[in-house]
């Protein structure tokens, strides 16, 4: 798979109509690290079981976001873009 580009995932964040986005599990509790999208607005919200107290979300960058697909290898991308779209609501 190709690099991925801000307007890539732009696209099918409108496209599939995605809101959150798992990106990983904690090693430790198993808790979904998700990525949140919001029109133009994007944040990561790393809280788990783990802490014991609450983080505000961070707030992320549409070219961050890119950097986690470009930093995979092709094949891996390809996984990581699948699961991605496969985030977002089933068209209507
Ligand atoms: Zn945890």
Same mark, same amino acid.
């Given at each position: 798979?190709?690099?991925? %580009?801000? !307007?890539?995932?732009?696209?099918? *964040? /409108? ?27 994007? %944040?990561? !919200?790393?809280?788990?079981?783990? *802490? /014991? ?40």
């Amino acid at each position: 798979m190709e690099q991925v %580009t801000v !307007d890539d995932l732009k696209k099918a *964040v /409108t496209e599939h109509d995605i809101r959150i986005w798992p990106l990983r599990q904690c090693s430790m509790c198993l808790t979904s690290l998700t990525y949140a999208f919001d029109g133009d607005r994007i %944040t990561y !919200d790393a809280n788990c079981s783990c *802490v /014991t107290y609450t983080r505000p979300p961070e707030k992320r960058s549409w070219d961050s976001v890119a950097e986690i697909f470009n930093m995979q290898t092709p094949d891996a991308r390809e996984r990581m873009w699948d699961e991605f779209v496969a985030a977002g609501q089933p068209a209507k």
